[in-house]
Each structure stands twice: as C-alpha cells, then as structure tokens.
C-alpha cells in the first residue's frame, strides 16, 4: 500500500512539473514575439500566473529559463522516436528510405515553432554575443537521437558492403546539412510551407548525393 507520504510526494512532484510547464509555455510565446532583450520575468510571470520569484525559484535567471526554451524546442525538433524502425536496413530501398527521413526531417525543423525560434536564435545572438554558447549548446538545426540514429544505420550498411565510408557520423551529417540548405532556401527560411512534392524533391537530391559519394555499386 501507498503511504500517505509517497502519494503527497508525487503530487507535489506533478504540481511542480505542471508550473515548470505552464511557465517554460509562456516564456517560449514571449521570447517569440519580442525577443530576448525585450522579454522580462515579470511578463513571463504574468502570462503564466505566477510570481516573479517563483520563476526565479525554479530557473534562477531569465538566461537559464532561455536555455530551457530552446531545450524544449530542440527536443520537439527530434524526429528519431517517429522514424519507423524498418527504415534503412534493406539494401533495396536506402535511397527511398532515406527520401523518407529527409522529408519526415524537413516537416519537423522547417515547422512554424522551430523555424521562429532558429530566427529568434540568429537575432539574439547578434546582439548578445554573451548568449552564443547557450545559442550553440541548444542549436535546433538538427535533434541529436535522429543524427546518432543515422550514423548509426550508416555504419551498419558500410559494414554490409553497401556504402563505403570509415565517417558514418560525418556522412550523416552531410545528408542533413544538405536538407537544411536547401529546405531553408526552398521555405525562405521556414516561413512559407514546402508542398509535400517539394519536400520530395529536396529530400531525393540529397539522398542521391549521398548515395553517389558512398554508395558501392552491387552487381547486376
């Protein structure tokens, strides 16, 4: 049986999940909508209901709860736990495979929110150099589980004698830099919406660059 303890425990315990929520939410709109310098804690606190200092209590300072917004979105921008894990273990299909994850890539960092927020990163930056590290430590160009996860299924098609590279993580990187070259270029920078053809298309050019540089050709 649950003591009466435990059960007061984990409901302090979602009570304070819920708040950090509630008040990372708010800061997320604010910073969005006016920018680091123009966001204070008060407004934060406002938009979340509640006290400045309780803000304070649980990020210390309006630069941490900034790193914690850009944490989140980061984490929203990772398409690994979505990616159907059949993907890029049969030799047959890696080039459509990998259009798959292209596109399943450029849906996710080219959405509404992130694509705000990589602006809003470029922004800040520039007039805050001091916010350069928590910029580059929280980069939302690319989730790192779907980049190891990459590297990782690139490694195990070298070993098969598929594609011929010792850099796995160094080619996976290439694939995404290519989509998000071209992505960014093609939505102007995430703020016009890619058509699904579109996607298609980046997603193919980038996957036959890859295959062209790595792939070794099978026999007939």
């Not at 819920?18 to 709109?29: E, G, H, M």
């Not at 796995?168 to 830099?177: K, N």
């Not at 093609?186 to 298309?201: M, Q, V």
């Amino acid at each position: 049986m649950v003591s009466a303890s435990s059960r007061a425990a984990v409901a302090l315990e979602s009570r304070v999940a819920n708040k950090r929520s509630v008040i990372v939410d708010a800061a997320t709109d604010s910073f969005l909508e006016f920018g680091y310098e123009r966001t204070s804690v008060e407004a934060i606190a406002e938009q979340a209901g509640v006290s400045k200092q309780t803000i304070y209590n649980y990020f210390g300072d309006k630069r941490t709860l900034f790193r914690v917004v850009l944490a989140g979105v980061r984490a929203a921008a990772d398409t690994a736990d979505e990616l159907d894990p059949r993907l890029l273990r049969n030799p047959d299909t890696v080039f459509e495979d990998l259009v798959t994850v292209g596109r399943l890539f450029l849906a996710v960092t080219l959405s509404e929110r992130v694509s705000a927020v990589r602006r809003l990163i470029v922004g800040e930056v520039a007039r805050h150099p001091d916010l350069h590290q928590v910029c580059a430590d929280q980069s939302v160009a690319q989730g790192p589980r779907i980049a190891g996860w990459l590297a990782h299924r690139f490694e195990v098609l070298a070993a098969a004698g598929i594609l011929e590279t010792t850099e796995p993580a160094e080619v996976a990187g290439q694939f995404f830099a290519q989509l998000s070259h071209d992505g960014q270029q093609a939505s102007a920078f995430g703020t016009i919406a890619l058509t699904p053809d579109r996607a298609a298309e980046i997603s193919a050019r980038a996957a036959r660059l890859i295959l062209r540089a790595y792939a070794i050709e099978r026999p007939a």
